[in-house]
């Protein structure tokens, strides 16, 4: 016990583990108090009309049937919510939880039923009546880009939401000096998290308390709590995010049910639980991505960079998303574009367009999975062109460790991380020369062989000096930790932060016992509690590590000092000779001990062991605020081989290397990876929201919609690059999304080596069999 | 629909004698009326493996059952698995899909537990690949499958030891 023992970096088995493998965790459908009250929603089936008349007679005969609400019965209930922002050129769009007067998506909810069950709610959805009037679509984003076009939110005036413009240098110029010139109009198709769970709520109010307590799927159960306040004007709102399946983006946002069932509780005096099926998942909850990018790079004839040229139109629906607004995901396009690379002269320009389909919001990797498939596409065309490997054009163009702190095009700035080192290190493992040569081999014979590199950079653990999402008026830069070692000697730590797969009750009880001194299975870690501590945002953006972790630091040091100065007086020693390891404080080389439990004793129970005025409660609340937050980076080799006649793309071989910072848990870390470029896998390959002209969603079930199985992923290997971060407490860096934002940039550049020899340039993503297809058809013509 | 029926049947060893309507999915009596609340419905259409119980030993959707189809059936799930359901006492698949990261959310969990039971009851699993085509009716989207492979593979070592 000389020595503390080294629990941060460990592969510590998870601490929710048990519940959640024995079938005893506790997700929001899992709770149905006495009572509850189940909500079905009759939803738009058009994507742009005008509302003229709801009858709802027949529904309310049916059986079981409590309460039919349209908009009309929610005035004077609700405010609506509406995300402002600090950009110039924004638009908000007020969000009502009830369609009022036209829709704007299929998918949209208009009438919500309310009855003694789901099966009932569901059966009187048939003896609702809605007469439409519909208005022409706006499905297209360029031709609702236009002057002319019709507006899906008339007092906005345009569809065009948001625009904004990055500039550095002189572009034109430049880009007219460039040796090398290489361009292409790109196209990343809609995605939807399709987290397993689907969202559910449950609202139950007391009358007696004027309290109203929600369970809620959510990321963000701290931020539902401040606008469910503000909103409904209610005194206290309680807002826990129990066990959460999965969010991805998906739930992190604000949503119309999940403030309807806060209005119908109250209302009603009865809980109120809605649970949504798969369909309603798949067109009503956020979706992601959406761009179309023409872009065009400039080098010398070296291959350096010169000059850089972006106009992205985002498709970000019918609605500009609470809190994050329609800027979140096209703005971090054009802000994250150059990437890790030197790039003088910029221009990016971004207008997030309006269209009549469920609205965008955050889906892992936000902006950055297009930005990086546009780049990386751009740096092999240009690689092609010059008659480099893509491995030495990278090289040649990384900002470089003399470089940093440096400052992007768009003003981003990278604080220090290894752009260099985790090509080179994913190319070792990947054995990049080794998997050349073979590639060689099996294209002269006929096989369709491609490899494909992408490198990028982001910004995580993100401090309040920056917005989250350009603009964007809440503060998401700071978490607060509260530790208490309680009168039994227990020890728990409060946070603002919602796990919902990632494991931090075990990498958050990780920092707090090493801080502290505590036993690891002796932490207990609160999170997604809104009551919790006084402020918390949540769990997104590859946040949590970084600021609950460094809050969690703060909080467990200044704690251990409480707990020294505490011991000392038993001890009969200096606050000074104490240590802190395991649960005990004692004096290094004597049999001098005390246990948390005895200490807890003496300090609450047994009065007059410590001197009173010297008596200190053991807690501890700290915030931190990384100001900027820090640098991740990352760098991924992948190798498809392309079946020639069915063009059945096929992920054979994968590898990461990632500079996350100082890895709290190395299997937790992995993990992230893996389950992120799965879904960067899915992105590139086979998931695409499909709408057609007239708005409707073609791809409404897991039939259509198709995520990959353990079939399609292959094993993906994972190298870590343990730097600490200069820039933050702890060392830590954000790694959640990053295998989402490098791997439709890798299959897409491993597709486009595959077919080299066809001249087939890969532009699109998904790139399915089909697309191949009309690829090769269109060539041959 | 106001028809109800009665059915009897055996859910982790306990009979149960129940009247439910004929329209009730499994997976919601399940969940409801015995408040196993373990299984999990992820799609409600067949397609996700969240809801996979054991139906007289053979590995089965729940959403794709009515409650009254399993009269006089015999049905795990995942709350069977552990000794007496208790968090203190995995199974040894459930030790392993601990050691390795094979869950994130667990919301997939139950369903990739029982068909991981399923298919070490039934199939040699002599490569990852086998293991892989036999989980590909279950969709996770936390942990790119990685570590429940290995998970899958570790047990089906453990269960050559046990039949040595
Ligand atoms: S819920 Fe049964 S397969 Fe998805
Ligand atoms: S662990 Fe979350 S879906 Fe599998």
Same mark, same amino acid.
């Given at each position: 016990?000389?020595?503390?023992?080294?629990?941060?970096?460990?592969?510590?088995?998870?601490?929710?583990?048990?519940?959640?493998?024995?079938?005893?965790?506790?997700?929001?459908?899992?709770?149905?108090?006495?009572?509850?009250?189940?909500?079905?929603?009759?939803?738009?089936?058009?994507?742009?009309?005008?509302?003229?008349?709801?009858?709802?007679?027949?529904?309310?005969?049916?059986?079981?049937?409590?309460?039919?609400?349209?908009?009309?019965?929610?005035?004077?209930?609700?405010?609506?919510?509406?995300?402002?922002?600090?950009?110039?050129?924004?638009?908000?769009?007020?969000?009502?939880?009830?369609?009022?007067?036209?829709?704007?998506?299929?998918?949209?909810?208009?009438?919500?039923?309310?009855?003694?069950?789901?099966?009932?709610?569901?059966?009187?959805?048939?003896?609702?009546?809605?007469?439409?009037?519909?208005?022409?679509?706006?499905?297209?984003?360029?031709?609702?880009?236009?002057?002319?076009?019709?507006?899906?939110?008339?007092?906005?005036?345009?569809?065009?939401?948001?625009?904004?413009?990055?500039?550095?240098?002189?572009?034109?110029?430049?880009?007219?000096?460039?040796?090398?010139?290489?361009?292409?109009?790109?196209?990343?198709?809609?995605?939807?998290?399709?987290?397993?769970?689907?969202?559910?709520?449950?609202?139950?109010?007391?009358?007696?308390?004027?309290?109203?307590?929600?369970?809620?799927?959510?990321?963000?159960?701290?931020?539902?709590?401040?606008?469910?306040?503000?909103?409904?004007?209610?005194?206290?709102?309680?807002?826990?995010?129990?066990?959460?399946?999965? &969010?991805? /983006?998906?739930?992190? *946002?604000?949503?119309?049910? $999940?403030? @309807?069932?806060?209005?119908? +509780?109250? !209302? %009603? =005096?009865?809980?109120?639980?809605?649970?949504?099926?798969?369909?309603?998942?798949?067109?009503?909850?956020?979706?992601?991505?959406?761009?179309?990018?023409?872009?065009?790079?400039?080098?010398?004839?070296?291959?350096?960079?010169?000059?850089?040229?972006?106009?992205?139109?985002?498709?970000?629906?019918?609605?500009?998303?609470?809190?994050?607004?329609?800027?979140?995901?096209?703005?971090?396009?054009?802000?994250?574009?150059?990437?890790?690379?030197?790039?003088?002269?910029?221009?990016?320009?971004?207008?997030?367009?309006?269209?009549?389909?469920?609205?965008?919001?955050?889906?892992? &990797?936000? /902006?950055?999975?297009? *930005?990086?498939?546009?780049? $990386?596409? @751009?740096?092999?065309?240009? +690689?092609? !062109? %010059? =008659?480099?490997?893509?491995?030495?054009?990278?090289?040649?163009?990384?900002?470089?460790?003399?470089?940093?702190?440096?400052?992007?095009?768009?003003?981003?700035?990278?604080?220090?991380?290894?752009?260099?080192?985790?090509?080179?290190?994913?190319?070792?493992?990947?054995?990049?020369?080794?998997?050349?040569?073979?590639?060689?081999?099996?294209?002269?014979?006929?096989?369709?062989?491609?490899?494909?590199?992408?490198?990028?950079?982001?910004?995580?653990?993100?401090?309040?000096?920056?917005?989250?999402?350009?603009?964007?008026?809440?503060?998401?830069?700071?978490?607060?930790?509260?530790?208490?070692?309680?009168?039994?000697?227990?020890?728990?730590?409060?946070?603002?932060?919602?796990?919902?797969?990632?494991? %931090?009750?075990?990498?958050?009880?990780?920092?707090?016992?090493?801080?502290?001194?505590?036993?690891?299975?002796?932490?207990?870690?609160?999170?997604?509690?809104?009551?919790?501590?006084?402020?918390?945002?949540?769990?997104?953006?590859?946040?949590?590590?970084?600021?609950?972790?460094?809050?969690?630091?703060?909080?467990?040091?200044?704690?251990?000092?409480?707990?020294?100065?505490?011991?000392?007086?038993?001890?009969?020693?200096?606050?000074?000779?104490?240590?802190?390891?395991?649960?005990?404080?004692?004096?290094?080389?004597?049999?001098?001990?005390?246990?948390?439990?005895?200490?807890?004793?003496?300090?609450?129970?047994?009065?007059?062991?410590?001197?009173?005025?010297?008596?200190?409660?053991?807690?501890?609340?700290?915030?931190?605020?990384?100001?900027?937050?820090?640098?991740?980076?990352?760098?991924?080799?992948?190798?498809?081989?392309?079946?020639?006649?069915?063009?059945?793309?096929?992920?054979?071989?994968?590898?990461?290397?990632?500079?996350?910072?100082?890895?709290?848990?190395?299997?937790?870390?992995?993990?992230?990876?893996?389950?992120?470029?799965?879904?960067?896998?899915?992105?590139?390959?086979?998931?695409?929201?499909?709408?057609?002209?007239?708005?409707?969603?073609?791809?409404?079930?897991?039939?259509?919609?198709?995520?990959?199985?353990?079939?399609?992923?292959?094993?993906?290997?994972?190298?870590?690059?343990?730097?600490?971060?200069?820039?933050?407490?702890?060392?830590?860096?954000?790694?959640?999304?990053?295998?989402?934002?490098?791997?439709?940039?890798?299959?897409?550049?491993?597709?486009?080596?595959?077919?080299?020899?066809?001249?087939?340039?890969?532009?699109?993503?998904?790139?399915?069999?089909?697309?191949?297809?009309?690829?090769?058809?269109?060539?041959?013509? | 629909?106001?028809?109800?029926?009665?059915?009897?049947?055996?859910?982790?060893?306990?009979?149960?004698?129940?009247?439910?309507?004929?329209?009730?999915?499994?997976?919601?009596?399940?969940?409801?009326?015995?408040?196993?609340?373990?299984?999990?419905?992820?799609?409600?259409?067949?397609?996700?493996?969240?809801?996979?119980?054991?139906?007289?030993?053979?590995?089965?959707?729940?959403?794709?059952?009515?409650?009254?189809?399993?009269?006089?059936?015999?049905?795990?799930?995942?709350?069977?698995?552990?000794?007496?359901?208790?968090?203190?006492?995995?199974?040894?698949?459930?030790?392993?899909?601990?050691?390795?990261?094979?869950?994130?959310?667990?919301?997939?969990?139950?369903?990739?537990?029982?068909?991981?039971?399923?298919?070490?009851?039934?199939?040699?699993?002599?490569?990852?690949?086998?293991?892989?085509?036999?989980?590909?009716?279950?969709?996770?989207?936390?942990?790119?499958?990685?570590?429940?492979?290995?998970?899958?593979?570790?047990?089906?070592?453990?269960?050559?030891?046990?039949?040595?």
């Amino acid at each position: 016990m000389q020595t503390r023992p080294k629990i941060i970096g460990t592969a510590a088995k998870r601490l929710e583990d048990p519940r959640l493998l024995t079938g005893h965790g506790s997700y929001v459908d899992d709770k149905t108090p006495a009572g509850t009250l189940h909500v079905a929603f009759r939803r738009s089936d058009q994507s742009h009309a005008t509302i003229l008349s709801i009858d709802c007679s027949e529904a309310l005969k049916m059986p079981g049937v409590v309460a039919v609400l349209t908009a009309r019965d929610l005035e004077g209930l609700v405010k609506p919510v509406v995300a402002t922002s600090k950009m110039r050129d924004y638009h908000a769009t007020p969000i009502y939880p009830l369609a009022r007067d036209k829709v704007r998506y299929v998918g949209e909810p208009v009438v919500a039923i309310v009855a003694e069950s789901r099966y009932l709610a569901e059966d009187a959805l048939e003896g609702i009546a809605i007469e439409f009037d519909t208005l022409p679509n706006v499905v297209d984003p360029e031709q609702a880009a236009a002057p002319d076009a019709p507006l899906l939110h008339e007092d906005a005036g345009t569809n065009v939401i948001v625009r904004r413009e990055f500039l550095r240098g002189d572009v034109d110029l430049a880009m007219a000096a460039a040796a090398i010139r290489v361009n292409r109009r790109f196209r990343f198709h809609r995605k939807t998290p399709m987290a397993i769970e689907t969202r559910t709520y449950l609202a139950e109010y007391d009358q007696g308390r004027k309290s109203l307590q929600l369970h809620t799927t959510s990321q963000i159960p701290g931020i539902i709590r401040d606008v469910l306040t503000d909103i409904l004007d209610l005194p206290t709102v309680r807002v826990v995010a129990p066990d959460v399946g999965g &969010g991805f /983006g998906g739930k992190a *946002s604000v949503y119309q049910e $999940e403030i @309807l069932v806060c209005i119908l +509780a109250r !209302k %009603l =005096g009865r809980p109120v639980k809605w649970t949504g099926d798969r369909l309603e998942d798949l067109s009503s909850t956020s979706q992601g991505f959406d761009e179309i990018v023409e872009a065009e790079l400039g080098l010398d004839e070296q291959g350096r960079i010169l000059a850089l040229t972006a106009e992205v139109v985002g498709d970000i629906g019918a609605y500009s998303i609470y809190p994050w607004t329609a800027g979140l995901e096209p703005v971090q396009v054009v802000s994250f574009l150059p990437g890790p690379y030197r790039v003088a002269h910029y221009r990016g320009r971004v207008r997030a367009v309006a269209t009549s389909k469920p609205p965008t919001g955050p889906y892992r &990797g936000v /902006g950055r999975p297009t *930005s990086t498939f546009v780049m $990386e596409r @751009l740096m092999d065309m240009a +690689a092609q !062109k %010059l =008659g480099l490997d893509p491995r030495e054009i990278r090289l040649l163009n990384f900002v470089s460790q003399e470089e940093f702190p440096y400052k992007t095009a768009s003003g981003i700035v990278w604080d220090r991380s290894g752009f260099t080192e985790c090509l080179t290190s994913a190319c070792a493992a990947f054995d990049y020369e080794g998997q050349r040569a073979a590639q060689a081999v099996a294209r002269a014979a006929g096989r369709w062989v491609g490899i494909g590199i992408a490198s990028y950079a982001e910004l995580t653990g993100i401090g309040s000096r920056i917005s989250a999402s350009p603009g964007m008026p809440i503060n998401t830069g700071t978490e607060t930790a509260t530790l208490k070692i309680d009168s039994t000697g227990a020890v728990t730590a409060a946070f603002g932060v919602a796990s919902h797969g990632q494991g %931090l009750e075990t990498t958050l009880a990780q920092v707090v016992a090493e801080e502290l001194g505590a036993r690891l299975a002796a932490v207990t870690i609160i999170h997604g509690d809104s009551a919790a501590v006084p402020h918390g945002t949540g769990t997104y953006a590859s946040r949590s590590a970084v600021l609950a972790g460094g809050a969690a630091t703060l909080a467990a040091r200044a704690l251990r000092e409480k707990v020294e100065r505490m011991s000392a007086h038993l001890l009969g020693v200096t606050a000074a000779e104490v240590m802190v390891a395991d649960g005990f404080a004692f004096v290094p080389g004597s049999d001098k001990k005390i246990s948390f439990r005895e200490l807890a004793k003496a300090v609450y129970s047994e009065v007059g062991r410590i001197p009173a005025e010297a008596r200190e409660s053991l807690e501890e609340t700290k915030l931190y605020d990384p100001f900027f937050g820090t640098t991740t980076c990352s760098t991924h080799v992948t190798q498809v081989e392309i079946d020639p006649e069915t063009y059945v793309i096929k992920v054979q071989r994968y590898q990461v290397a990632e500079d996350c910072g100082r890895i709290i848990n190395p299997l937790i870390v992995a993990g992230q990876v893996h389950g992120a470029v799965a879904q960067g896998i899915g992105a590139a390959l086979f998931e695409e929201m499909v709408y057609d002209e007239m708005g409707q969603l073609l791809t409404a079930s897991l039939v259509d919609y198709l995520v990959p199985t353990a079939v399609e992923i292959p094993s993906i290997g994972v190298s870590h690059l343990d730097t600490e971060s200069p820039s933050t407490v702890g060392g830590f860096r954000g790694m959640g999304e990053g295998g989402t934002i490098g791997a439709p940039a890798a299959i897409a550049n491993a597709v486009a080596d595959a077919l080299n020899h066809l001249n087939i340039l890969i532009d699109e993503l998904p790139v399915t069999p089909e697309r191949i297809f009309q690829l090769i058809k269109n060539k041959e013509k | 629909m106001s028809a109800v029926m009665n059915i009897k049947l055996t859910v982790n060893g306990v009979v149960y004698e129940k009247t439910v309507e004929p329209r009730l999915l499994l997976v919601d009596f399940l969940r409801q009326d015995l408040h196993l609340t373990g299984t999990h419905a992820g799609c409600e259409h067949g397609v996700c493996g969240a809801c996979t119980i054991i139906v007289d030993g053979d590995s089965v959707r729940s959403c794709l059952m009515f409650a009254v189809q399993a009269d006089g059936c015999k049905i795990e799930t995942v709350e069977s698995l552990a000794r007496l359901g208790s968090v203190d006492s995995l199974n040894p698949l459930q030790e392993s899909f601990r050691s390795h990261h094979g869950l994130q959310c667990g919301f997939c969990t139950p369903g990739m537990l029982m068909t991981s039971t399923d298919l070490l009851k039934k199939y040699p699993l002599a490569t990852d690949e086998e293991i892989r085509e036999g989980l590909s009716g279950n969709l996770c989207r936390c942990t790119g499958y990685e570590h429940i492979v290995q998970a899958v593979r570790t047990a089906v070592g453990q269960r050559e030891e046990s039949e040595k």
